[in-house]
């Protein structure tokens, strides 16, 4: 049997005998019932939230307030739509290297894919009369800028997040760091990093590590320089319902598998992730969990494997590893990708910048590589045993 399916219905296709039966079943509109929501919401809010401001100062004022972080004093960024940790919360600063500014903005008035040059890319695509996909992005040599709208957000919301990882990236990779797809540790004044593919167990190994005094850098990403510091980014982690190591509460467990099934149905349409915007995993405070630790000199980095056991591996093999896991978490395939695309397209920006820079820090500051072949729930033991040695 072939099941094909799309907005629309669900197309299915029997195969019996020396012919083909063709079946069309009628699925519920999801995605017309959800613009006619979407668009009973713009009437409403007509005189509330208007598409097309006058000024980025009208548009921010009905927006969040813009926020300042200071991360390490490698990276300034001003921002009023979440994405950098609490952690790195600072005064108003008078000069950052990012913007990242979610609201109304107006750009010469034209509607099309891509409009680019002079260090610029703008995209604005709407869809029944809808902004869905309104972009601007500025200078990423220079004072880096990315513009938005509310509903792009709202329709695109992971590849944003991703996009504005990909710009943090560019601007690290310009100061000499990167981040890495890694959780991170700290003992003895020595820094450690556990680096793995999506789902490999870096949370697992965290909460199993968390239990044996060892300060925590990061859950997911963390910092490298070329000189060999670690430096946390303890963002919040997610708690997924294949998180190891953990003891959950009742309350935990029912909101863990609550947001897991209704990431689920929602991701059916783009449409009703824009209307009910589920995040598939709870979260909690790294500092919950453990210490977070200092910047710290890096030692030792390990990486998550399915085999069965634990082997010294060459620098090459190991960044080629980290390299792909990074990339892959942190550029989406559509919208994120197209867009870092597009403007390499029509500004002359070298669209291998990301991975050439990367593998050049990591070849610096990488030491003793070592692939974990233990499993999700004993990783941490492996590690253990490696750092106490």
């Known amino acids: ?85 609490d952690y790195f919360l600072a005064e108003p600063l008078s000069n950052v290297d990012l913007v990242i500014n979610k609201g109304n903005f107006t750009y010469k008035q034209i509607e099309g894919q891509f409009l680019g040059g002079n260090g610029e890319l703008y995209t604005n695509i709407s869809y029944f009369g809808l902004p869905v996909r309104k972009m601007l992005l500025k200078d990423l040599m220079g004072k880096t800028e990315l513009h938005f709208t509310e509903l792009t957000d709202r329709f695109f919301y992971h590849a944003i997040s991703c996009l504005i990882w990909v710009l943090v990236e560019i601007k690290l990779l310009q100061k000499g760091c990167t981040f890495v797809h890694a959780a991170g540790i700290s003992r003895s004044g020595k820094a450690h990093v556990i680096a793995g593919w999506t789902m490999m167990g870096k949370s697992s190994t965290i909460f199993g590590l968390a239990r044996h005094g060892v300060e925590i850098l990061g859950d997911d990403v963390v ?88 082997e010294r591996i060459d620098k090459n093999t190991a960044i080629n590893r ?49 692939v974990l072949g233990s499993g999700k729930k004993k990783y941490y033991k492996s590690v253990l045993s490696e750092i106490l040695e």
């Not at 307030?65 to 390490?72: E, F, L, R, T």
């Open 322 to 370: 980290i390299v792909a896991s990074t990339l892959h978490a942190m550029m989406s395939p559509g919208v994120t990708r197209e867009i870092f695309m597009a403007y390499c397209y029509f500004n002359d920006f070298d669209p291998n910048f990301i991975e050439t820079k990367m593998r050049n820090i990591l070849h610096q500051s990488l030491k003793e590589c070592i």
């Open 223 to 310: 910092i490298i320089s070329k000189k060999g510091m670690v430096y946390p980014f303890p963002e919040k982690v997610g708690l997924g319902t294949n998180t190891a190591n953990v003891r959950l509460s009742l309350r935990q467990k029912i909101e863990v598998n609550l947001r897991h099934s209704l990431h689920r149905l929602t991701s059916i349409s783009p449409i009703l992730r824009a209307l009910f915007p589920i995040e598939s995993t709870a979260s909690v405070d790294l500092s919950k969990i453990a210490k977070i630790g200092s910047k710290a000199k890096l030692d030792k980095t390990f990486i998550l494997s399915k085999g069965k056991k634990t």
């Open 1 to 85: 049997m072939i099941v094909s399916c799309n907005s629309c219905g669900v197309f299915v296709r029997l195969a019996t005998g020396g012919g083909f039966k063709i079946f069309w079943l009628i699925w519920v509109q999801l995605d017309r019932i959800a613009i006619a929501l979407l668009l009973i919401q713009r009437l409403g809010q007509k005189f509330l939230i208007k598409f097309d401001s006058k000024s980025m100062t009208d548009n921010m004022s009905k927006t969040s307030s813009m926020k300042y972080y200071d991360i390490h004093g490698i990276l300034r960024a001003s921002s009023n739509r979440a994405w950098f940790p």
